[in-house]
């Protein structure tokens, strides 16, 4: 999943972690000068995806 923004990316990344997710963040390389306001890639383990993806969908 992809966030637009590392503040959404955050709150996105407390909820997964209440639920037992790890979730780790991924700035495109090029993007990174935008600093906070680039769009942040959330990756979660494959053993949780199916997890992550349900939580997400309540969203």
Do not use: C, Q, W
């Not at 407390?14 to 993007?31: I, K, M």
């Amino acid at each position: 999943m992809t966030a637009p923004n590392r503040y959404v990316a955050e709150t996105l990344r407390e909820l997964l972690f209440a639920e037992g997710v790890s979730v780790r963040f991924v700035v495109e390389p090029d993007r990174r000068d935008e600093g906070d306001f680039a769009p942040v890639i959330l990756m979660v383990p494959d053993s949780k995806t199916h997890v992550a993806r349900e939580i997400l969908g309540k969203v």
